[in-house]
């Protein structure tokens, strides 16, 4: 079975400053998707940045961006310039590419962001 | 392109009786999945229904059930409630296929029961 893990349950930033939250998976599987979702206080889960295991080069998005460590089963978001509005629960996903799998959620990272 | 919609969006309910969430998803995708977040098991996997077929199914029991309609809109049930199933029951879409693995969420219901 496919399983996500993030070790930090909380982080914590100064503003303006750079995080890196954890996640790493277990999984016999060469082609799957990873992601980082974003759950704010208000609960609307956000998707944040999105890896395909297939492509080598790091997947980003403006301020967050990702160190995908495919041999090591790696996948950690770095944060960077972080803002007041990034405080929130990050979760780590991982879906399998083929046999339309469901997706598997870690625990959660609760970031805090300190002015 | 409006995004997920849940209805309702809180819900009291009180031990033994049912009740039903909807959701609709993204206008164009065929694929609808449920979960129940919980603080103490976080984010689990309840089923997905794509094309009106339910195509996946996580381990929760048969009180859980659920359909898709025509239009992909797509409906959960839960009878003789809990109060373990207190929750936020959270839907999201995606188009389904190979390629478009990336899923949607809606804001969620938060089901409360008594």
């Known amino acids: 079975a496919q399983t996500v893990t993030q070790s930090q349950p909380e982080m914590s930033v100064q503003e303006a400053e750079t995080v890196t939250l954890s996640c790493t998976y277990d999984?016999?599987?060469?082609?799957?998707?990873l992601f980082w979702y974003k759950q704010p206080p208000s609960r609307q889960m956000i998707l944040v940045i999105r890896q395909e295991a297939y492509k080598q080069q790091n997947a980003t998005e403006n301020r967050f961006s990702v160190n995908f460590q495919k041999a090591a089963k790696s996948f950690s978001l770095k944060i960077s310039d972080s803002q007041l509005g990034d405080a929130a629960m990050y979760f780590c996903?991982?879906?399998?590419?083929?046999?339309?799998?469901?997706?598997?959620f870690g625990a959660g990272t609760r970031l805090t962001v300190k002015p | 392109k409006a995004g997920v919609t849940q209805t309702p969006r809180y819900l009291i309910k009180t031990r033994g009786q049912q009740v039903t969430l909807s959701c609709s998803p993204i206008s164009g995708h065929r694929s609808v999945s449920w979960y129940q977040q919980t603080p103490g098991q976080g984010l689990q996997f309840l089923f997905e229904?794509?094309?009106?077929?339910?195509?996946n199914k996580g381990n929760f029991p048969g009180r859980f059930s659920g359909r898709q309609f025509s239009n992909s809109r797509s409906e959960m049930n839960v009878s003789t409630l809990e109060l373990g199933d207190s929750a936020l029951y959270l839907c999201a879409s995606s188009s389904g296929g190979q390629n478009q693995e990336t899923q949607y969420f809606g804001p969620g219901t938060r089901l409360l029961v008594l």
């Open positions: 996903a991982y879906r399998v590419f083929y046999n339309n799998n469901d997706m598997r």
């Open positions: 229904y794509f094309s009106e077929t339910q195509r």
């Open positions: 999984t016999s599987e060469s082609d799957y998707y």
